[in-house]
T-cell receptor, first 111, second 110 residues
Framework: DAGVIQSPRHEVTEMGQEVTLRCKPI?????LFWYRQTMMRGLELLIY????????DSGMPEDRFSAKMPNASFSTLKIQPSEPRDSAVYFC?????????FGPGTRLTVT | RKEVEQDPGPFNVPEGATVAFNCTYS??????FFWYRQDCRKEPKLLMS???SGNEDGRFTAQLNRASQYISLLIRDSKLSDSATYLC???????????FGKGTRLSVIA
């Protein structure tokens, strides 16, 4: 069975550029979560969707971050403009009931 | 007080040893509890749920103490492949997302 799919797996970009991260949740799951992980702060929830509707985006650090879920099988997280402090691993996770299942993550480096 | 607290470790143990991790949570209304495992440069993966009565999966035993608001994970007969970071995870209510601890690092040494 396919798990959560994320692309790209690695992204290196220059500060000021737009970055788009993509996620395909597990088929049939109705909740989707975007996380950011760094050594200093651990795993931070950025935003989550339930049935494609954003429920809580209080974890989104700034207006430079935005997320969409146009349908049940696709979501994007966009950073515009990117800054070096955005460098982290970004995980997408999906769930049907309580337990969440994570994708492999996108390692973002902003220079 | 942080919502979920764990000793970051590292715990360095020899192969075959038994090791236990504890985790405390602050919200007494928390309903569901999990242990996740995260290998270096990989995503967190669900290891096991934690039930009130305690539960076992092979060499792994998870226990919940609601009165003291802590969860434990016991690993018996440690293997080299158990080396990872173990994340304690709590759900406060059915309508809120999971809260992850920062993890406890385990290193099993030959």
């Amino acid at each position: 069975d396919a798990g959560v799919i994320q692309s790209p797996r690695h992204e290196v970009t220059e500060m000021g550029q737009e970055v788009t991260l993509r996620c395909k949740p597990i088929s049939g799951h109705n909740s989707l979560f975007w996380y950011r992980q760094t050594m200093m702060r651990g795993l931070e929830l950025l935003i989550y969707f339930n049935n494609n509707v954003p429920i809580d985006d209080s974890g989104m650090p700034e207006d430079r971050f935005s997320a969409k879920m146009p349908n049940a099988s696709f979501s994007t997280l966009k950073i515009q403009p990117s800054e070096p402090r955005d460098s982290a691993v970004y995980f997408c996770a999906s769930s049907l009931e309580v337990a969440q299942y994570f994708g492999p993550g996108t390692r973002l480096t902003v220079t | 007080r942080k919502e979920v607290e764990q000793d970051p470790g590292p715990f360095n143990v020899p192969e075959g040893a038994t090791v236990a991790f504890n985790c405390t949570y602050s919200n007494s209304a928390s309903q569901s509890f999990f242990w996740y495992r995260q290998d270096c440069r990989k995503e967190p993966k669900l290891l096991m749920s934690v039930y009130s009565s305690g539960n076992e999966d092979g060499r792994f035993t998870a226990q919940l103490n609601r009165a003291s608001q802590y969860i434990s994970l016991l690993i018996r007969d440690s293997k080299l492949s158990d080396s990872a970071t173990y994340l304690c995870v709590v759900e406060v209510s059915g309508n809120t997302p999971l809260v992850f601890g920062k993890g406890t690092r385990l290193s099993v040494i030959a």
